[in-house]
């Protein structure tokens, strides 16, 4: 191969190299400092991101089409999830500051492995190339493993961390392995390779492209939560810190999803007569399966919740239930605004828990929230508004986001509608738990001894514009 | 020479029982090794797969996946000796104070 076939641009990597950097940068800030340099090592995060952010406007300019030998490609989903995955990144810098001074934990390396797991999570966004998918899921999973376990004397957060550690390399086992017959079926791993050989009919061996396939859809369906594959879900999500859970919740699982649709949507569904067709119509007939599992077993669960945490868990076990019904459309953008509706929700939500639990999460039982309403207005109002995007009642982001989806997989897939009743009679279901805690603050009395917490004004500057959002882009849309 | 298949098939019973291996096993250790049983499996069906199909990738694909296993036993082992120190257990079902 010559090298100029290679098509080597630096400018389109240029958001992964920058975010890289940045985590270099911050590491080096926090050996050469003496402690205290929490404010220099924010800052150096913030201006990454934004960096990145911008570098992720101008892709559009370098031009669609696929880099460094097919291992990147530009193009609308990347340059979507890519926004969503900075915008959660953002979010969580915000937020950090008021968690990592109240809990006195040193601030270079969690800002630090947040920019590794968000390159990672922008290059698994980027991956035109089964390696790059591997690489960018490890790179964002290994250091989320690290992320969860943060709070290092608290026993629940070392659980967290093993349980997620060994399960998610457990399950990167099995997609790894799927890649390897899929690579071994169709002898190329690079996801257009794979498209063309698969419509060309020339597989070498389709039985291992469908075992393969088949091996890849359990990798995936750990990463992203979905039944059966959920049970490390809630352990995880109660056990690691809460600003960690919101991030683990939304940036990796939207990436996940980017990678997920190239996957399936992008490469292996090619509906040409004999194998191909035989290929769509299983992976269609196993996600419709799995979609409704999720959703089911998701809402389900949540409602017996007494933890919020876990009550949340379950919800974003629901919420991937969801956004796979926008994957038998094939339509790329219905999952994207779900999931980037979804992860401003998710964020802002796991944010107001993080305050309200104080230092070692202590109260995050619902009956703690009792009677919080007028005390805490501000703070109650926003988790209000938060719980009743999830539950996707109409003028949020979250119920357009749901309304989307579900109204194109109703009119482009007749065969499929099954799926959308399910999915409507189970968003019925979810209204019950997410307004559970409303009723609780808003209309119980206090409990004697509640204690203001303390809301710095970092924290105030990523909810208040994040509830703002949330509700606005529900009434444009 | 040996056909392909039988690497196949060695690679597919090394991954098995490295997957039975993480499901009846108790000891944090174990399981991580099992694991790495898992992915070398998995290297395995690569490099037979690159050798047959006279195309390097799988082989590059490999070192790839070495080096995330080196990583990932990195970050594994830390987080194996964080929770000893504050428990003093290896055993998994000790590891019980999330449960439903």
């Given at each position: 191969m010559q090298l100029e076939t290679?098509?080597?641009?630096y400018w389109a990597i240029a958001p992964e190299v920058i975010v890289s950097i940045t985590a270099v940068v911050i590491m080096l800030i926090d050996a050469f400092s003496k402690r205290g340099a929490h404010r220099a090592n924010a800052t150096t995060a913030m201006i990454g991101l934004v960096l990145a952010l911008i570098s992720v406007a101008t892709l559009g300019r370098v031009g669609v089409g696929s880099y460094f030998a097919g291992m990147v490609v530009i193009d609308p989903i990347r340059i979507f999830f890519s926004i969503t995955i900075l915008i959660v990144a953002i979010l969580v810098v915000l937020l950090a500051s008021q968690f990592l001074s109240d809990e006195g934990l040193p601030p270079g390396e969690f800002y630090s492995l947040i920019m590794f797991a968000t390159s990672g999570m922008l290059l698994l966004a980027s991956a035109g190339d089964l390696v790059t998918v591997f690489l960018g899921l490890e790179i964002a999973s290994i250091t989320t493993y690290v992320l969860a376990g943060y709070?290092?004397?608290d026993i629940r957060s070392n659980e967290s961390s093993l349980k997620y550690f060994l399960l998610g390399s457990f399950s990167t086992a099995f997609l790894l392995y799927g890649m390897a017959l899929t690579y071994g079926a169709t002898r190329t791993t690079n996801l257009d390779g794979i498209r063309q050989a698969i419509a060309s009919g020339q597989i070498i061996y389709p039985q291992l492209l469908m075992i393969g396939a088949a091996m890849m859809l359990v990798g995936f369906g750990f990463k992203i939560a979905s039944?059966?594959?959920?049970?490390?879900t809630p352990d995880v999500y109660e056990g690691a810190p809460t600003i960690v859970t919101g991030f683990m919740g939304t940036g990796p699982k939207a990436a996940v999803f980017a990678a997920f649709l190239r996957v399936f949507v992008g490469s292996f569904d090619v509906p040409v007569e004999g194998f191909g067709l035989q290929l769509h119509n299983t992976w269609i007939t196993a996600i419709a399966v799995i979609a409704i599992l999720t959703m089911t077993v998701g809402n389900v669960i949540a409602l017996s919740q007494k933890n919020i945490k876990r009550m949340l868990a379950y919800s974003s076990i629901a919420h991937a239930g969801y956004a796979l019904v926008g994957f038998v459309t094939g339509n790329f953008a219905t999952v994207a605004f779900y999931m980037l509706a979804y992860s401003i929700m998710n964020i802002g939500a796991f944010a107001v828990i993080q305050i309200l639990a104080r230092a070692g999460d202590q109260?995050?039982?619902?009956?703690?929230?009792?009677?919080i309403g007028f005390e805490v207005p501000g703070l109650s109002f926003s988790l209000a508004v938060f719980l009743m995007g999830l539950a996707g009642i109409p003028p949020t982001a979250g119920f357009i986001s749901k309304f989307f989806v579900f109204t194109n997989a109703w009119e482009s897939v007749p065969a499929l509608r099954y799926l959308v009743i399910a999915a409507v009679i189970n968003s019925i279901i979810s209204v019950y738990y997410y307004l559970y805690p409303i009723v609780v603050m808003f209309f119980r009395p206090l409990n004697p001894g509640f204690v203001r917490p303390r809301v710095t004004r970092t924290t105030a500057l990523a909810i208040i514009p994040d509830s703002a959002r949330h509700l606005l882009s529900g009434v444009d849309a | 020479m040996v056909p392909l298949s039988w690497y196949l098939a060695l690679s597919a019973v090394l991954f098995t029982i490295g997957v039975v291996g993480v499901i009846i096993q108790r000891n944090v250790i174990v399981l991580f090794m099992c694991v790495e049983l898992m992915l070398n499996a998995v290297n395995l069906t690569l490099v037979s797969f690159s050798r047959y199909l006279g195309d390097i990738t799988g082989q590059l694909f490999v070192f790839i996946v070495m080096a995330v296993a080196a990583a990932e036993a990195a970050v594994g082992l830390a987080i194996i000796i964080s929770l000893f120190r504050n428990r003093e257990t290896l055993n998994v079902d000790e590891a019980d104070l999330l449960k439903l």
């Amino acid at each position: 191969m010559q090298l100029e076939t290679l098509n080597l641009n630096y400018w389109a990597i240029a958001p992964e190299v920058i975010v890289s950097i940045t985590a270099v940068v911050i590491m080096l800030i926090d050996a050469f400092s003496k402690r205290g340099a929490h404010r220099a090592n924010a800052t150096t995060a913030m201006i990454g991101l934004v960096l990145a952010l911008i570098s992720v406007a101008t892709l559009g300019r370098v031009g669609v089409g696929s880099y460094f030998a097919g291992m990147v490609v530009i193009d609308p989903i990347r340059i979507f999830f890519s926004i969503t995955i900075l915008i959660v990144a953002i979010l969580v810098v915000l937020l950090a500051s008021q968690f990592l001074s109240d809990e006195g934990l040193p601030p270079g390396e969690f800002y630090s492995l947040i920019m590794f797991a968000t390159s990672g999570m922008l290059l698994l966004a980027s991956a035109g190339d089964l390696v790059t998918v591997f690489l960018g899921l490890e790179i964002a999973s290994i250091t989320t493993y690290v992320l969860a376990g943060y709070r290092r004397y608290d026993i629940r957060s070392n659980e967290s961390s093993l349980k997620y550690f060994l399960l998610g390399s457990f399950s990167t086992a099995f997609l790894l392995y799927g890649m390897a017959l899929t690579y071994g079926a169709t002898r190329t791993t690079n996801l257009d390779g794979i498209r063309q050989a698969i419509a060309s009919g020339q597989i070498i061996y389709p039985q291992l492209l469908m075992i393969g396939a088949a091996m890849m859809l359990v990798g995936f369906g750990f990463k992203i939560a979905s039944a059966p594959f959920h049970l490390w879900t809630p352990d995880v999500y109660e056990g690691a810190p809460t600003i960690v859970t919101g991030f683990m919740g939304t940036g990796p699982k939207a990436a996940v999803f980017a990678a997920f649709l190239r996957v399936f949507v992008g490469s292996f569904d090619v509906p040409v007569e004999g194998f191909g067709l035989q290929l769509h119509n299983t992976w269609i007939t196993a996600i419709a399966v799995i979609a409704i599992l999720t959703m089911t077993v998701g809402n389900v669960i949540a409602l017996s919740q007494k933890n919020i945490k876990r009550m949340l868990a379950y919800s974003s076990i629901a919420h991937a239930g969801y956004a796979l019904v926008g994957f038998v459309t094939g339509n790329f953008a219905t999952v994207a605004f779900y999931m980037l509706a979804y992860s401003i929700m998710n964020i802002g939500a796991f944010a107001v828990i993080q305050i309200l639990a104080r230092a070692g999460d202590q109260k995050t039982q619902i009956a703690d929230y009792s009677g919080i309403g007028f005390e805490v207005p501000g703070l109650s109002f926003s988790l209000a508004v938060f719980l009743m995007g999830l539950a996707g009642i109409p003028p949020t982001a979250g119920f357009i986001s749901k309304f989307f989806v579900f109204t194109n997989a109703w009119e482009s897939v007749p065969a499929l509608r099954y799926l959308v009743i399910a999915a409507v009679i189970n968003s019925i279901i979810s209204v019950y738990y997410y307004l559970y805690p409303i009723v609780v603050m808003f209309f119980r009395p206090l409990n004697p001894g509640f204690v203001r917490p303390r809301v710095t004004r970092t924290t105030a500057l990523a909810i208040i514009p994040d509830s703002a959002r949330h509700l606005l882009s529900g009434v444009d849309a | 020479m040996v056909p392909l298949s039988w690497y196949l098939a060695l690679s597919a019973v090394l991954f098995t029982i490295g997957v039975v291996g993480v499901i009846i096993q108790r000891n944090v250790i174990v399981l991580f090794m099992c694991v790495e049983l898992m992915l070398n499996a998995v290297n395995l069906t690569l490099v037979s797969f690159s050798r047959y199909l006279g195309d390097i990738t799988g082989q590059l694909f490999v070192f790839i996946v070495m080096a995330v296993a080196a990583a990932e036993a990195a970050v594994g082992l830390a987080i194996i000796i964080s929770l000893f120190r504050n428990r003093e257990t290896l055993n998994v079902d000790e590891a019980d104070l999330l449960k439903l």
